[in-house]
């Protein structure tokens, strides 16, 4: 869950650079 959750929660900051909350 450790290296997955990072890398969801990176995905998500970069995704907000674009479009906020876009697939949340």
Same mark, same amino acid.
């Given at each position: 869950?450790? +290296?997955g959750? +990072?890398?969801t929660l990176m995905s998500?900051?970069?995704d907000n650079n674009c479009q906020?909350?876009?697939h949340f």
């Open positions: 869950m450790g +290296k959750f +990072k890398t998500q900051k970069e906020p909350d876009s």
